[in-house]
């Protein structure tokens, strides 16, 4: 069964209202993560002042809301680039000459989470469609996201990681165009939106740093390289530069989270050790499977509560059988095979299945499913970079993008678990351990996966297979575990 290429709109209109829903209606005030930080820096943005780290409070009234007292608190979330919250500071400002309680204009700020949300899914759509040719494969790909409970909170608060994960869609759209037309404009525009992620949250700085070095020397070894290309990325470079050095030069932050406790040392705890003692994968793929935040005061900020027993079971499973899915497709396409050198080939996929088994056991060893978990991304990701050097060169634009998707992926995360144990030094506690945090490349790694599962044989099914199995889960999420705790929310 092929679906109809109009149902995309309506399944976008389903998701926007969906998304409206929850921030209008369900998702209580303040019960995003960090959600204050953020309403309090686009108010103060609105009001046309410039808040700056340390010296700026929360909002006045958002703290009488959030916290039911007056006590103030410094704005942490100042660490980050200002774009999300510049953007939303018009609509800030025109809601400031209404008679709107602080709540009401809170819940309006975060219909603009639904529309961003809603460009993303629009965007992954089209990602897909582009490299695959296959509607099943895309409506697939648009609705992982619209289905995961987390994704579907964070398009329904005020939070930048919305921005950054549709930033995320429109560079996967744009760099699959660039691969296939070899045009220098779409290149550009793959680096503006990661140039636009890094003036949004420091994450992003890694990608636009890494697809800038691999375009230029794409383009240098064809002999594409020219002044103007060369221009048109330093300028997207400067206000990235120019943010990022004025907060190392002022507060000595680059591109690592803010630290003011330093309770550890590393001399005390390795990386080896963090990974080994405290259960990261497990709780990251926790936080996919949907979050609560009840915040309550600024002492103790949040209480974050995440689905447990056979539901995170059922919902890791499901994430099992998409990575499984995807390493099928890649061990059974011939694309991956180089130029039919089979002892190459065979070689090859045993060392990433011995690398994979290794960091499966040694990361998470909490549980089996979070093994696998970690066991099977970083077979497609250990497959994709040690096999790069072959393959690329066989001009094929959809195994570029996956190689590149995949490779991407393994570096983020080897960041953002180094980030994991920045704060874990700072706090003496494992803390902020949200999927959240790969929300920049979420996109892309999502449009590789979907690419190999899109190459095995009779695909289509799979699909439904796994569709029904995200709806499932999201359904359930919703109404016997998110609902009744946020209707019960005033008793805590």
């Known amino acids: 069964m092929t679906l109809s290429p109009h149902l995309y709109r309506f399944f976008l209109a389903f998701a926007f209202v969906k998304f409206l829903v929850l921030g209008l209606l369900i998702i209580p005030p303040w019960s995003g993560p960090d959600e204050i930080g953020h309403y309090s820096y686009i108010s103060d943005l609105g009001k046309g002042e410039f808040p700056v780290l340390g010296k700026a409070d929360m909002d006045v009234e958002a703290v009488k809301s959030a916290w039911k007292n007056e006590n103030q608190s410094s704005n942490w979330i100042l660490t980050h680039p200002p774009l999300y919250h510049a953007a939303a500071a018009p609509l800030s400002f025109l809601l400031d000459q209404l008679d709107l309680t602080v709540e009401a204009k809170l819940r309006w700020i975060r219909s603009l989470s639904a529309i961003i949300a809603v460009v993303a ?15 099943n494969a895309s409506m697939f790909a648009m609705a992982v996201p619209a289905f995961t409970p987390m994704f579907a909170t964070t398009a329904g608060i005020a939070n930048h990681d919305v921005l950054i994960f549709a930033l995320g869609a429109c560079a996967a759209y744009f760099f699959i165009r660039a691969l296939y037309s070899r045009q220098k404009r779409f290149q550009l525009l793959t680096l503006l939106m990661f140039s636009l992620m890094s003036l949004s949250k420091s994450t992003g700085v890694p990608l636009l740093l890494g697809f800038t070095l691999y375009f230029g020397a794409a383009n240098a070894l064809k002999g594409r390289l020219d002044y103007k290309y060369c221009l048109a990325v330093f300028l997207l470079w400067v206000p990235v530069v120019g943010w990022h050095g004025y907060m190392a030069l002022q507060h000595g932050l680059l591109l690592v989270p803010y630290r003011d406790q330093n309770v550890l040392s590393a001399d005390k705890v390795s990386f080896a050790k963090f990974l080994r003692e405290v259960p990261v994968i497990e709780t990251v793929v926790s936080t996919f499977s949907g979050f609560i935040w009840v ?113 991407a992926m393994m570096c983020s995360l080897i960041l953002v678990m180094q980030a994991f144990y920045s704060i874990y030094l700072d706090r003496g506690r494992s803390g902020a351990l949200h999927g959240r945090y790969v929300y920049m490349i979420a996109p892309v790694f999502l449009v590789a996966l979907v690419s190999e599962i899109s190459s095995i044989r009779y695909s289509k099914y799979i699909f439904m297979l796994l569709l029904v199995l995200f709806i499932a889960f999201d359904s359930v999420y919703w109404v016997r575990f998110s609902l009744p705790i946020y209707n019960a929310i005033d008793t805590f």
């Open 121 to 135: 899914l629009a965007f992954i759509y089209s990602a897909t469609l582009q490299l695959t040719g296959s509607l």
């Open 295 to 407: 915040v309550r005061d600024q002492s103790v900020s949040a209480v974050t509560s995440f689905p447990s027993g056979r539901l995170l079971f059922f919902y890791m499973a499901s994430i099992i059988a998409l990575l499984g899915s995807a390493a099928w497709g890649m061990l059974s396409g011939k694309r991956w095979h180089a130029a039919g050198n089979v002892p190459l080939t065979l070689g090859s996929f045993a060392c990433c299945g011995a690398v994979s088994l290794f960091l499966g056991l040694y990361v998470s060893h909490q549980t089996i499913l979070s093994s696998l978990i970690v066991a099977l991304i970083s077979f497609l990701c250990v497959s994709a970079m040690i096999r790069a050097y072959k393959l690329i060169p066989e001009n094929s634009p959809s195994l570029e993008f996956s190689i590149l998707a995949f490779s």
